[in-house]
């Protein structure tokens, strides 16, 4: 190898390093951030609230969960930070599972500017579509883990 390749080499290794540095700096910034809210949420929603909401019965809980992620949409790596702190209130797994997918896939939030940029018919038939299933996929990967366990 020559000197040039060597350079060349190193440029992109410390280019590659500064974006992933980059990368990890934004999400810590997210992480720190939703971890911060869920400080205040634990003050001010109490374990009574949470168990009001979901009942412990599995399809009113899929289906609580499903409509709160669709509402609440945000970004996968706050939803785990999310599901795990409601699993340990004691929601059930089915509406975790529901809330996590549907707070990925749907977006009630976003859904005009998608209806204005992709066209209302495809907007609206992607996010119904999106919800069902995750409250297919939330059945079927806890029944899944149901049998497996």
């Known amino acids: 190898m020559n ?9 992109r290794f410390a280019n590659a390093f500064y974006r992933a540095f ?4 934004s999400a810590l910034q997210v992480i720190t951030g ?3 809210l869920l400080g205040l949420f634990k003050t001010f929603v109490t374990p009574g609230i949470i ?5 412990g019965e599995p399809f ?6 499903s409509m709160l992620g669709s509402i609440l949409t945000g970004n996968p790596i706050t939803s785990y930070i ?3 702190e409601l699993l340990d209130d004691g929601v059930s797994l089915f509406a975790v599972t529901a809330f996590i997918m549907s707070w990925v896939t749907v977006g009630i939030t976003q859904l005009p500017a998608e209806a ?4 209302k018919r495809f907007a609206f038939a992607r996010n119904a579509l999106s919800f069902v299933l995750a409250i297919v996929v939330a059945v079927a990967t806890v029944l899944t883990l149901g049998a497996i366990t």
């Not at 000197?3 to 440029?11: I, L, P, Q, W």
């Not at 204005?116 to 066209?119: H, Q, T, Y």
């Open 3 to 11: 000197k040039e390749e060597v350079d060349g080499r190193a440029k």
């Open 22 to 25: 980059k990368s990890f700096l």
């Open 34 to 36: 939703v971890v911060l």
């Open 51 to 55: 168990t009001s909401i979901f009942t």
């Open 60 to 65: 009113r809980d899929t289906l609580v969960g």
């Open 82 to 84: 999310i599901g795990g």
């Open 116 to 119: 204005l940029f992709l066209g």
